[in-house]
Structures are given as C-alpha cells and as structure tokens.
C-alpha cells in the first residue's frame, strides 16, 4: 500500500494528515487522488459508505487550488446540511497549513445573510445543498464562472430526494471546461443518468464491489409481530448493554415516538429528522460524537453524512423503501476496520423485502431469536460485574469517606456485600422481565396452519363504562390505567374506543391486581367500572362486544374504531396508542416515503407532523 506522500500530496496537507491520525490512505483515496492531481478527466468513483471518500476528493483539489485567487474554484454538492457541514470541517481541517485557503459551506436553515457575507470576502471551495446553492446563485450572491471542479457527493441520494432541477440550474451557471467529480456509495440506474447528462467520457473507479455490504458488517433480523416491534427493540437493545448505535425509522413521526419510547426506558436516546432547526441538529449530533448519547433515532436523510466510527449496532425498525438505502444504513457501522452488526426488525410479511437486499450486497441475514428476559437479566449482570472488575479506584476522591464507608457496612460478609452491590444495579431488569413473554413465540402462534390471525393468549379484555361521550380516548385511558399503579412492567394491548364505554387489553398475569386497582377510581368526577370480558371474536363487524357479569351476561352495541397498542411497550406506558389510518399501512403513507425529510425544503412538510411526544 502506498503512503499520502506517494499519492503526490504536497508538505503542508500531508502535517494535516498526519495531526490527525491519518496513516495510509484507504482504497478509494489511493485510486483517486493521483487521478485528479494528474489529470483533468471527469471521474465516476464508487466506494462503500465510511472509506474516505471526502479526502479523495478534497485532497486533489486542495493540492491543485490557487491560493493567490479568491474566485470560487470549487463547488461541492452534497444532499444534506449534516454531510455538508461535515464535509466543510475536514476540509478545513486538511487544509489548515495551507495559507489563504478558505472554505464556506452553504445550507437552508442557516442565516443567508451571514453566507452572503461570507461570500463576499472570496472563499475558494464552496459547499452547499442543492436548494441553498440555488438561492445564492439566483440572488447573485454565488458566481461560479471560475470554477474548475464540480463535486457531487452522494449524488444518487440528492436524485433520490428531488433535486435533479437545482443539479440541472448549478450547472447552467458553471463553465463547460471543468471537471467534474461524482463520488457515490451505491450505483443505481440514476446515477448512469447523471454521467450522460452532466459528465464528459469520464473515468470510473470502484474500491470494492459496487454496492456490496461491507465485509466488516455481519446482517440480523429478528421477526417479530407489529405490535411487538418496539419491545422487540426494547430487548435486543437491554442484551447488550454497551450498544451505541443509529436506529433508523423511515419518517419523522416515527423518529419522535421511538425515541420518546428509549428515554422513556432509561436510554439516553434522542431523534433526528427533519422537523429540528439546525441548532438542534448539531446539539444532538454533538452530544452522539461525544457519546452523551448511547442511541440516535433517525431518518434517512438525517442520519446521511454522520462521521461517527465506533458504532456498535445500526438497527432498522423499518426497513427502508429502497434497497440503496440499505447499504448506507448499514455503512454507518463496521467503519475504520472495527466490525458493526446490522439488524432488521421485520413482520411475516416484510420478510420477503429481505431477498432483494441480499442479492445487492451479496450478503445473507442470519435469524435471530429476540432475547428472552432471563437472556437479558443474564448479560446485564455480567456486564456490571465486568465494569466493577475494570473500574480504576480514584483514591484521591474516595479515601476521606472510606472510613465512614467500612464502618456503615461492618457486619456484612464478603458474599452478602456482593449480593447486596448486585442487587442495587439490577433489580429494574430483574423485576422488568419478571414473567415476562417470549416474543418470538407470540410470532409463531399468531397464525395458524391456514396463516389466520389468532387472538394473543397472553391478554386479559377488560370492559370499562367509559367512552367518547366521556372524552375518553386511547392516550386518556392509558394515563388512566397508568394512574392505578397496577405494577411497573404491565403489557397494554388492544384499546377500543367506543360512545359510551370502551374495552382494553392487559397482561393476564396481572388480571385479579388490575381489577383491584381500579376499584375506587374515578374519572372526570365519574366512577369507573372495570370488568372482564370475553375475548372478541374477529369479524368484519364493528364495535360490537360481549362482557361477563356474574349474573349472566349482555350484548352492548357501540359504533367506534378500532385502536392498536401501536407498540405495546414493555412496561406501564408501553402501550401508546396511534390511530390507525385506512390509509396507512405499517405506519407509513406513500406520500410520506419521500416527504418526510427534505432538507431545504421548507415548503413541503411531514403529512404526520403534527405529531408531538406524550409523556405519561
């Protein structure tokens, strides 16, 4: 392998490098670099998601620009503002013994004015998002006669997103004596549309297989039923208790409910999406590089230009519409030779969207069972033991309380201290999965031989005398049952809301102390009634339920929709509810597919944004 200095890098970007840690160059910077520096071809380059393409692009050009002018010689285009900023800080940072370089990056949701100003002292590499790129050139803020080099990065992922017109208007405006440069991670029919359109003859080069999964990424999926998706996440997240990871949704509503769910389990989790002004976005981005947080929920588009290298885990609660996207979900991890696990939570019905991803990356899933609560409690406890073990004692801080430490704790032997210290750190998961279910059997029962859906077992019906007339719904009747304190882990399931009472769906381990509990309770000053009720028998009728009383037993009518527990979460609130849309499927529209997060796009929305957290 060849050194940066052989690749004809001059003395002052090769002390960059070497500051930061940069060895020898990756596979993609050996092809490349020596190509731009020597020649003026228009270039195709494909590598997988984490190889360094940002220095083998920036690198020869930075190696090429004329210091002595402040004309915009570059401009680099990539589809979102994470990956924009991100390539403008490692160019700045390749370039910081470099005098009179300097580089401005462009983006909605920033001030323009300040941009503007920025563009008026000169600056000699641009990088924008399309949109943003497109407004300065418009107002003539951005001129881009001079330029030499026209980069697009992630250049099927901005055709993907909408942006072939603002692609078409930069290069009206730039000479037809430049080359361009087309860095991709994935090689989509798209992608040949733009060489013919936007590129002369131009060179390719391909470091790996064009979009092959890396070798460093081993792929699992967990089959769960839609109910149980989030406990399924909940569980593989509690098994491995050193997960830092990306947990990708495919819209923004989506994003904001999972990583409700995570904080509110004890994680130190957050969203983003689209939605986030770009002050929030480096907030979170900032805290998940400096691993304040252990897990980022996001979109798609979001999550594209993430520098992060040490992710242990990239799940996806959903998998993505399209098989490119798969690639760079997975790509976020398994980077800078570590090894990364990606997993795929999918229903029945999913499965079959596992095939096409596995002809493209030219990679099986391997099946997994979720973990079960013994499996969970099991790692748990080695994990803490082992932190103790490795744990550096701070004399410095702890030595004045010791005293007083070893005499609070005479009498203790060396075993019952051990149980005790034990005992603190792990009772919430011992109690948590105490009788907890086994989610990969509700899977396998949920059907029968014919693949008819079948009631889960595992629940007790409740009927309840309150209804719509009461300005009862299914995020009140959570609360309520929340507000009984029947027990800190139990499973909330079906809830159907109907005029004038309604039916839930509890954990029939907790039958006799759920209705206990609600004895007494009341609710806008009206008394509650919880009964059982019998199980209702699956037809295409509507709200129609039959409960038990002990002295025979009645029909009660009522029109009403159905609701899901949408993710039945393991625990009191676990149950959030969603209402269902006959529109939607899986939680997701069609229109939602591409909407969801489109960065300088202020004028098209989420159509599910007027989803906000709730908070039991």
Known sequence: ???????????????????????????????????????????????????????AFSLPVLQKLDTNSKATQAIILSPTRELAVQIGKNIESFSKYMKGVNVLTVYG???????????????????GTPGR??????????????????????????????????????????????????????????????????MDDPMEITAGQKNKGSDNVTNEYYMVTERNRYPALRRICDANPDIYGIVFCRTKRETAQVADNLIQDGYNADALHGDLSQAQRDG?????????????????????????????????????????????????TGRAGNKGLSIAIITNKELSKLRPIERKINKKFEKKDVPSGEEICKSQL???????????????????????????????????????????EFNKFLKHYANSRDLNEAERSRTDERGKSRDDENMTRFFINLGRKDDLNPGKLIGLINQQEITDNVEIGQIEILDTFS???????????T??????????GRSVNVEITQKKKRSGGGGRGRRDRRGGSEDRRGRGR??????????????????????????????????????DRSDRSDRSAGFGRRRN
Not at 2 to 29: C, H, M, V
Not at 300 to 307: Q, S, T
């Open 1 to 55: 392998m060849s050194t940066f200095k052989e690749l004809g890098l001059n003395d002052e970007i090769l002390k960059a490098l070497t500051d930061l840690g940069y060895e020898t160059p990756s596979e993609i910077q050996e092809k490349a670099v020596p190509q731009v520096i020597s020649s003026t071809q228009d270039l195709k380059a494909f590598a997988q998601t984490g190889t360094g393409k940002t220095a």
């Open 109 to 127: 949701g920033a001030n323009i004015e300040e941009q503007i100003r920025g563009l008026r002292k000169g600056v000699q590499i641009v990088v």
């Open 133 to 198: 790129t497109v407004d300065l050139i418009k107002r003539g803020k951005l001129k881009l006669e001079n330029v030499q080099w026209l980069i697009l990065d992630e250049a099927d992922e901005m055709l993907n997103m909408g942006f072939k017109d603002e692609l078409d208007q930069v290069l009206e405006v730039t000479p037809v004596e430049k080359q361009t440069l087309l860095f991709s991670a994935t090689f989509p029919r798209e992608v040949e549309s733009i060489a013919r359109n936007y």
């Open 284 to 332: 979170v981005m900032q805290k998940f590089r400096n691993k304040s947080l252990q897990m980022l929920v996001a979109t798609d588009v979001a999550a594209r230009g993430l520098d992060v290298n040490n992710l242990t885990h990239v799940i996806n609660y959903k998998l993505p519409d399209q098989i490119e996207a798969y690639t760079h979900r997975s790509g976020r």
């Open 382 to 424: 080695f994990s803490l033991i082992n932190n103790v073990k490795e744990t550096e004692v701070n004399h410095k801080q702890i030595d004045s309380y010791l005293e007083s430490i070893y005499s609070s704790l005479e009498g203790l032997d060396r075993e019952e201290l051990i149980q005790k210290f034990v005992s603190v």
């Open 503 to 513: 039916f839930f769906e509890l954990d029939k381990n907790f039958t006799d102390e």
């Open 515 to 524: 209705i206990s509990a609600f004895e007494g309770a009341d609710f806008n």
């Open 562 to 599: 159905r609701y899901e527990g949408g993710n039945r979460s393991e625990r009191r609130s676990g149950g959030r509810s969603d209402r269902n849309d006959s529109r939607r499927r899986d939680g997701d529209s069609k229109d939602n597919r591409r909407s969801s997060d489109r960065p």
